[in-house]
């Protein structure tokens, strides 16, 4: 069979296998995949060559990259110490007491054979702890150590790997090489993965800021970046590329605000590449792995030397072997953890107990036991090798099947799934991750406002030089939406507060205009007729703030009574400008300055140690800022931008900032926080704001 057609069947397994697991759903998709693999392997001779350096490549890089990429990093760097213990010193605990053991039960394994199917075994599988994860409902914990070690171990796990199977080769062994080796493997794959992002990262955002803003040449980019990484750090610089591309992918996740927030469609494109990719993926190797399973238990099962049930027998005492390690050792753990000391040894034991079920191990396993060589150097055949691929493919199948079988008997926790590389829950006072919901279903209102302040947020990213005045426009109009929404969410004494605060401040700005007019005035920057005519408006603000600030504030377009006022305003400046040329100048240079001292009063109020900033409400804050700025931008661009180029920049912006409202909504969708018929609604809501959109685009046009 062809490349071609093995890939073409290897697609069409995976598409049947997840139409099965949607009737079957307590069945893993991965273990549906593994057995329609191993079918076509017994019933159609179906061989596939696996060759471990194009298996990691092609599968295990763009796979951990993208666990990296979603991992939430915050539980990331709270759980360093686990993750970095069982990932590491775990590993090599499990490596030299599991192989000892593997020898002691059975005697004709060389004791650097029965080392090396250890290490080998040590490592969980990431993906294959995602396959489960999405069955059964672990606590968050467990989840992402889990998910957190299976990121890292395996480096480790294939370095042991590899100096177990060269004793067994050569029967020489360097522990001073050995450690070197790790070290540089380890840490040198760590900076190359730190470098070599950053420097993608660099690349994209200047590309985009230069306007080659190619939304299929920035996709295309980022799916090439894990394997770009992985072959420059493996074949360059031989260290560990599974260790860069992690951390390629937690690095990326941590940047990448710095650009999608520019090119929301860059986001949203990729990502949904990034879904098909991984789908097929993730999808064929499991496929894979059932196709190689037999090929992996022929040996054992048609050899004299090795009765099938003991082989069998040696399965589960290996993962019995396996599990008792990882139990005692995360128990253990605990015991010195500040966290776990207070609770009682039971609860102790069964984290401990989840730790070692949870721990499944997958196709990595699987792709590494079967570079074991035939022979040894010195001729002699490798001793024991098709038991130890028996081993390994049996401990796969029944650590996924125990985790299935068991682990719904044991955690009773009805809290919704976080599963490993889903975003967590954006916290109000973070800027950096914005403002999504803190429950497992919200209210439609709670949903709406989540959408239009990542509207908001992407209009921000993307405000540059020149369209600073269409972007506040654009923020303006959905500050008012977000105030009203926020007003029915909280409640009217939160509404009141709001006011009050929108009171409070705006009479700070008045009066720190108004003392900078008295400085313009004394200092001769604008004539008598500029200064009374700035000081009554002021002075009618400061009386009427009270009566007139939610309204005024509030609302983003002018109303009858303003738009009298506008009118009359431009007129008379029409005919001031008429009588005295300057007097325009003058009129401009004092708006814009008195606009810049009601930003600097707001500034000097908040950073007053009387004033506890905490306690104000920041969308006001933010609202108020915003309009100042966009008098400011307004006077500056009045005579460089014309009507139609500003409309087209609202125009633009706005389409964006619809297809950041969609990814909002995506998000909100595939986390569940929505129900099915609010998803509906909002994105009738999206849709309604996209076609009043295009009808004005038709119209200008």
């Known amino acids: 069979m062809t490349i071609i057609e093995t890939v073409i069947g290897l697609v069409l397994l995976v598409l049947l296998s997840n139409l099965i697991n949607h009737y079957f759903k307590f069945i893993p998709v991965s273990l549906i995949q593994i057995f329609l ?27 951990l990259y993208n666990d990296g990429r979603k991992f939430p990093k915050e539980e990331l760097w709270k759980l360093k110490g686990a993750i970095f213990n069982n990932a590491i010193i775990l590993v090599f605990i499990t490596m030299l007491l599991g192989g000892y053991l593997i020898h002691l039960v059975i005697p004709n394994m060389p004791l650097a054979v029965g080392v090396s199917l250890a290490a080998i075994l040590a490592p969980t599988d990431p993906v294959a702890v995602h396959s489960i994860s999405k069955q059964v409902k672990l606590p968050p914990k467990i989840l992402h150590l889990v998910s957190g070690e299976s990121l890292i171990n395996d480096a480790s796990g294939l370095i042991g790997f590899k100096y177990a199977l060269a004793v067994a080769i050569t029967g020489y062994f360097s522990l001073t090489t050995a450690v070197g080796d790790l070290l540089y493997f380890g840490m040198f794959g760590l900076v190359l993965g730190f470098v070599l992002i950053s420097l993608v990262i660099f690349m994209i955002e200047w590309l985009i800021t230069k306007g080659f803003n190619d939304v299929v040449f920035n996709t295309v980019l980022q799916l090439c970046v894990p394997f770009i990484i992985y072959i420059v750090t493996e074949e360059t610089f031989h260290a560990s590329g599974v260790i860069a591309v992690v951390v390629a992918g937690v690095i990326f996740a941590s940047k990448r605000y710095s650009f999608i927030r520019i090119q929301p469609e860059i986001n949203l494109v990729s990502e949904r590449t990034w879904d098909l990719l991984i789908y097929l993926l993730n999808g064929i190797m499991f496929t894979i792995l059932g196709v190689e399973l037999p090929v992996a238990m022929r040996g054992t099962i048609e050899s004299e030397n090795v009765d099938t049930l003991s082989a069998i027998l040696f399965v589960f005492v290996m993962w019995g072997i396996l599990l008792l390690i990882r139990v005692v050792w995360t128990y253990c753990y605990q015991l010195f953890t500040r966290d776990y000391q207070r609770i009682s040894a039971k609860k102790r034991l069964k984290i401990a107990f989840l730790s070692g079920i949870s721990g499944v191990r997958g196709a990595i396993t699987m792709a590494a036991v ?257 309009t100042y700025r966009s008098v400011i931008e307004k006077q500056k661009s009045l005579d460089s931008l014309g009507k139609q180029e500003y409309q087209e920049q609202v125009r633009k912006l706005r389409f964006k900032s619809i297809a950041a409202q969609r990814l909002a909504l995506q998000y909100l969708v595939e986390q569940g926080y929505v129900t099915h018929q609010s998803a509906i609604n909002l994105q009738q809501y999206i849709n309604h704001e996209e076609s009043l959109n295009l009808r004005a685009s038709v119209v200008a046009d």
């Open 37 to 63: 693999g191993t079918c076509c392997a017994l019933l159609f001779k179906l061989k596939i060559d696996l060759d471990s350096s194009w298996f990691l490549l092609l599968f295990i890089a763009p796979l």
């Open 370 to 626: 079967l570079t074991i060589p035939t022979e040894t150097a010195t001729g002699d055949p490798f001793p024991e090798r098709s038991l130890v691929l028996f081993v390994a493919a049996g401990v796969i199948i029944l650590s996924m099947v125990v985790a299935v079988v068991v682990l719904p008997f044991i955690v009773h926790d009805p809290t919704e799934l976080k599963t490993r590389g889903v975003l967590e829950p954006f916290n109000e006072d973070d800027d950096e991750a914005g403002d999504a919901p803190e429950m497992a279903q919200i209210s439609n209102t709670r949903a709406k406002l989540y959408i239009l302040k990542s509207a908001v947020r992407s209009l921000e990213e993307q405000r540059r030089q020149a369209n600073q005045l269409a972007v506040y426009h654009l923020i303006l109009e959905y500050q008012f939406m977000i105030k009203r929404l926020e007003a029915v969410e909280q409640g009217q004494s939160a509404s009141d507060a709001a006011t009050a605060d929108q009171i409070k401040l705006q009479r700070v700005a008045l009066k720190g205009q108004l003392a900078e007019l008295e400085r313009l005035h004394n200092t001769n920057q604008i004539r008598e007729k500029v200064y009374f005519k700035f000081n009554r408006s002021l002075q009618n603000q400061l009386r009427n703030a009270k009566h007139k600030a939610k309204l005024r504030q509030e609302w983003p377009f002018p109303t009858v009574s303003e738009s009298v006022r506008r009118f009359w305003r431009i007129f008379s400046l029409w005919v001031g400008i008429k009588r005295d040329e300057n007097y325009g100048t003058e009129f401009r240079y004092a708006e814009r300055m008195l606009a810049k001292a009601a930003i600097s009063s707001l500034s000097a109020y908040l950073k007053n140690p009387e004033v506890n900033e905490k306690e104000l409400n920041r969308e006001v804050l933010y609202h108020l800022i915003i």
